[in-house]
């Protein structure tokens, strides 16, 4: 009779699919649906992400779900994340609060180097839940501002009561050193800002050097595919138009495929592209 | 029965140099062989089910006679043994971090009887499995597995198209053993230090002489003239057709027929794509998070929570299946998408053939000028 071939466990402190535990050290709901985290890790160890970057948030039982890193770039011992109740693990994490722990896996994806648009004009268009990201990459130009030309801020929201980070919205709007233009496709019996889709603050933006600016675009597809042609008509450069591509991404480890945008995963090469790749890509928007 | 001592230790009159050589093991001895790859592994081998084949495990060394080494093609190819269709990645004890653990089980396998498509498939996955970064869970089991390929010498069906896609011949480096059917006996030849170790400590299988040498070559010349090609093209253009083909009507002529099912990702060799999915037990507390093969044939899989599908039609997904196979994955990983097994092709619901896109594909032409 052959020997029985013991089955062997072993613990793998390296499993790329082990989380790092998080604490939620402070939490507040934007909206019904939005809630803002801060969450610090358990292990002391830092995290280090650039603009773009997103993160594998575990509910164990439930799931995980990219969320995309909402905070100041860099090396710290936490990151913000801004969470819209979608699904089963985006659901379910809206019950959790502050002392509560999560896993978080990441940072992932190409994310975007400030660094190689310094001394570029700045222009950030970002549509409804796309202000999580983006607000990743103002917060970078803004806190470094003397590396950057001129910083406009262009914010669309369906509703008033959709608004996100007011708190920034305001801090921005208070700046000198930035342009920053909200609206709402529809506002309410107290709205008195602008209303229309985010193509119409497109005119208003003060005068700029085609050449030199580069725009970052973050919305839902069809804002995204309007607000191109724009950016196009003002002579914009298609590699200087940068979009952030998200797809159902699961492993965020470029293996079990669910990202795929032809030969392209996203949890790799992506999220952020610039439009000429884009236009490659064919199936990309 | 001749006892087989596969215990190990040099033998100080046996020159180095024949361990790569080739050996024979005569068919009456093969079980013993067998039965001593049992005693370290678990042996997984070819063996009938219904009217077709599969790779089971052989518990016993009753089980030894069911094997068939004559097998043509089995239903699911052995990925499933270096990726199981199941496959727990953590474990959890409840809602927090405390207990929660990654677990590998690393059960030493063998894999018995692979035919060198199927040796090629299982190079491609390795490639995208160890690419950065490496999958610690298919490394246990993949470095722990002992692999003896088995030789053929003609299509098993009119699907296949092996001879095309240059794998009638096993991969370099791809086999630990190699074995080939002389009719009385299997020709062996070597791979890597594990299978001539194993194949020397093994007092069934003995050097190969002038006559078995002889006879592998007249297999050989056999074989070559067997393997015709199907394909009116060369596969080194392959890639480019297929990128030309992108907005080819042909693409919504076959997924009319298609049916979604993901029958033909579930017996390719060459997928890999996983879902991975948390199984909470009965406590409500514990469970496991596990991965399991999923398929991009199926409709749900590009949807994002809130409902966006970034593949919703059904000829978008089966285009994207087609360029994986020929395109995607050889530019990714440099090793072949697709081997010409032709499984797909054997099982589809709507009988949509690999083959029979690949010809047609040569027949279209994007530019429509005359």
């Keep these: 009779m052959p020997k029985q071939v013991a089955r062997r466990k072993r613990k793998l402190p390296d499993s790329p699919y082990l989380p790092r535990s998080a604490k939620i050290v402070e939490a507040e709901m934007f909206t019904d649906l939005e809630m803002w985290m801060r969450l610090e890790f358990e292990d002391g160890e830092p995290i280090e992400y650039r603009a773009g970057q997103f993160v594998e948030l575990s ?12 905070s100041l770039p860099g090396k710290g011992d936490g990151l913000e994340l801004c969470i819209r109740a979608a699904g089963d693990v985006t659901s379910s994490v809206q019950n959790f609060t502050v002392g509560d722990k999560v896993g978080l896996r990441g940072p992932f994806g190409n994310g975007f180097d400030m660094d190689s648009i310094a001394g570029k004009d700045l222009l ?20 470094n501002r003397d590396k950057y030309g001129s910083v406009s801020i262009l914010y669309g929201a369906r509703n008033p009561d959709n608004l996100l980070f007011r708190k920034d919205l305001d801090a921005w709007r208070e700046r000198q050193d930035c342009t920053f233009m909200l609206t709402v496709d529809r506002g309410d019996e107290t709205w008195t800002g602008n209303t229309g889709v985010i193509t119409t603050l497109f005119r208003r933006i003060p005068k700029i050097d085609p050449v030199n600016t580069v725009a970052f675009i973050i919305g839902p597809p069809i804002m995204f595919k309007f607000a191109v042609l724009e950016a196009l008509g003002m002579k914009l450069r298609k590699d200087n138009i940068y979009c952030s591509l998200e797809r159902r991404m699961k492993c965020g480890l470029g293996k079990c495929g669910h990202c795929q945008i032809r030969n392209v995963y996203v949890c790799q090469e992506g999220p952020i592209f610039n439009y000429a790749e884009v ?7 | 029965m001749e006892n087989c001592y596969c215990a190990g230790g040099d033998d ?7 361990e790569v050589l080739p050996r024979t093991v005569r ?8 039965e001593a790859l049992m005693t370290a592994y678990q042996v997984m081998a070819p063996v009938s089910k219904g009217p077709q084949f599969a790779f089971e495990q052989i518990e016993s060394p009753e089980d030894v006679g069911k094997i068939r080494m004559d097998y043509d093609i089995t239903i699911l190819p052995p990925k499933k043994f270096l990726m199981p269709q199941y496959e727990e990645l953590l474990s959890f004890s409840g809602r927090g971090p405390e207990g929660v653990e990654a677990a590998v089980s690393a059960t030493p396998v063998a894999m018995l009887g692979i035919h060198p498509y199927d040796l090629h498939a299982i190079a491609t996955i390795d490639m995208a ?13 993949r470095s722990t597995a002992f692999v003896i390929g088995l030789n053929i010498d003609n299509y098993a069906n009119e699907h296949q198209f092996m001879a095309d896609m240059g794998t009638i011949d096993p991969p370099e480096g791809g086999f630990d053993l190699f074995l080939t059917d002389l009719g009385d006996r299997y020709y062996m030849e070597m791979g890597t230090e594990l299978g001539s170790k194993r194949a020397k400590d093994c007092r069934v299988c003995a050097p190969a002489v002038a006559k078995d040498h002889a006879d592998k070559q007249a297999y050989d010349a056999a074989k070559l003239a067997n393997f015709t090609k199907r394909l009116p093209y060369n596969t080194r253009y392959l890639p480019e057709l297929l990128e030309e083909s992108y907005d080819s009507l042909i693409w919504d002529a076959i997924a009319k027929r298609c049916f979604s099912c993901g029958t033909c990702t579930n017996v390719c060799p060459t997928c890999y794509c996983f879902d991975v999915q948390d199984k909470p037990n009965l406590d409500g507390k514990s469970g496991v998070r596990q991965r399991q093969w999923d398929s991009c044939q199926l409709d749900g899989f590009a949807v994002v929570a809130g409902g966006e599908n970034f593949r919703a039609q059904r000829a978008g997904r089966l285009r ?11 530019e990714r990983t440099g090793k072949l998408g697709c081997v010409g097994c032709g499984r797909c092709s054997q099982h589809c619901v709507a009988k949509i053939s690999m083959l029979e896109t690949l010809q047609q594909m040569a027949d279209q032409s994007v530019t429509l000028d005359a």
């Design chain 1, 59 to 70: 509910v164990y039982g439930v799931g995980e779900a990219p969320i995309s890193i909402c």
């Design chain 1, 124 to 143: 950030f268009v970002a549509g409804g839940l796309g202000l999580a990201p983006c607000r990743s990459f103002i917060l970078e130009a803004l806190n």
């Design chain 1, 279 to 285: 236009v490659r890509l064919r199936e990309g928007i």
């Design chain 2, 12 to 18: 100080p009159a046996v020159d180095k140099e024949d």
């Design chain 2, 27 to 34: 068919k009456e001895h093969f079980g013993t062989f067998v």
């Design chain 2, 129 to 141: 499995m160890c690419q950065s970064p490496p999958d610690p869970y298919y490394q246990a089991r």
């Design chain 2, 320 to 330: 994207h299946r087609i360029f994986r196979k020929g395109k995607f994955i050889l």
